[in-house]
T-cell receptor, first 112, second 112 residues
Framework: SQKIEQNSEALNIQEGKTATLTCNYTNYSPAYLQWYRQDPGRGPVFLLLIRENEKEKRKERLKVTFDTTLKQSLFHITASQPADSATYLCSTNAGNNRKLIWGLGTSLAVNP | DAGVIQSPRHEVTEMGQEVTLRCKPISGHNSLFWYRQTMMRGLELLIYFNNNVPIDDSGMPEDRFSAKMPNASFSTLKIQPSEPRDSAVYFC??????????FGSGTRLTVV
C-alpha cells in the first residue's frame, strides 16, 4: 500500500536561508501531492498542491517540485523567516477516492 | 467565515465513559472528514462523508466509534465506551474540492 515518508528529524536553519523539506512516496505515482502547515495546537492549513504532470509549482516564497522518477516531492521556503517555524505535512490520495494518507511531518525551526 | 468549528477544544474523561465530539463544517462544503492525530501514527482518516452520506468508514478503529452527519452543517463523532488508548487529537475537516481541506482546531481527548 502507498506510504508517505518525511524526514522525522527537525530542520533548523538560519533566517534568510532556503528551507528544503522532503516527501517520499513508496508505491505508485499519485495523482497529486499536497503540502500543509501545522502550528502547535492547531489544525493543518493547506499550502500547495502539485499534480503528477507538473514539475514545479510556486506560491510567493514557496516552491514545490514533483519528481516521479525519484518518487519524491521537495518543498522549499525561500528567504525563510522565524514565522515559518512549524511542522510541514505532506499528503496524497490513496487510490481513486478522497481518502488521503499523510506523512508524520517535518518540524522546521527558523532561527533569527 | 468562521472556518470549521469543533467542540469541545479539550475533553478529559474517565475510561468507560461516553465521549461526543462535535463539528460544524464550512457552509457550502460537501465533504466532511474526521481524523485522529497521534505522535506515533500521525493523521489517520477515521471516516468521511460526502453530501451527508458516509462514504468510507474503514478507518474507524472498532465498534466503539460511531459518526453521524444528520445535516450539512453538523457532524458528531462518538466513542462509547472510551479507553485510554483513544487519547489523541481529533480533527474535523471539510472541503468542496478533492483537495485543499480546511481543518478545525481539533479536540484534544484524554481518557484516564
Amino acid at each position: 500500500s502507498q506510504k508517505i515518508e518525511q524526514n522525522s528529524e527537525a530542520l533548523n536553519i538560519q533566517e534568510g536561508k532556503t528551507a528544503t523539506l522532503t516527501c517520499n512516496y513508496t508505491n505508485y505515482s499519485p495523482a497529486y501531492l499536497q503540502w500543509y502547515r501545522q502550528d502547535p495546537g492547531r489544525g493543518p492549513v493547506f499550502l500547495l498542491l502539485i499534480r503528477e504532470n507538473e514539475k514545479e509549482k510556486r506560491k510567493e516564497r514557496l516552491k514545490v517540485t514533483f519528481d516521479t522518477t525519484l518518487k519524491q516531492s521537495l518543498f522549499h521556503i525561500t528567504a525563510s523567516q522565524p514565522a515559518d517555524s512549524a511542522t510541514y505535512l505532506c499528503s496524497t490520495n490513496a487510490g481513486n477516492n478522497r481518502k488521503l494518507i499523510w506523512g508524520l511531518g517535518t518540524s522546521l525551526a527558523v532561527n533569527p | 467565515d468562521a472556518g470549521v468549528i469543533q467542540s469541545p477544544r479539550h475533553e478529559v474523561t474517565e475510561m468507560g465513559q461516553e465521549v461526543t465530539l462535535r463539528c460544524k463544517p464550512i457552509s457550502g462544503h460537501n465533504s466532511l472528514f474526521w481524523y485522529r492525530q497521534t505522535m506515533m501514527r500521525g493523521l489517520e482518516l477515521l471516516i468521511y462523508f460526502n453530501n451527508n452520506v458516509p462514504i468510507d468508514d474503514s478507518g474507524m478503529p472498532e465498534d466503539r466509534f460511531s459518526a453521524k452527519m444528520p445535516n450539512a452543517s453538523f457532524s458528531t463523532l462518538k466513542i462509547q465506551p472510551s479507553e485510554p488508548r483513544d487519547s489523541a487529537v481529533y480533527f474535523c475537516a471539510s472541503s468542496l474540492d478533492t483537495y485543499g481541506y480546511t481543518f478545525g482546531s481539533g479536540t484534544r481527548l484524554t481518557v484516564v
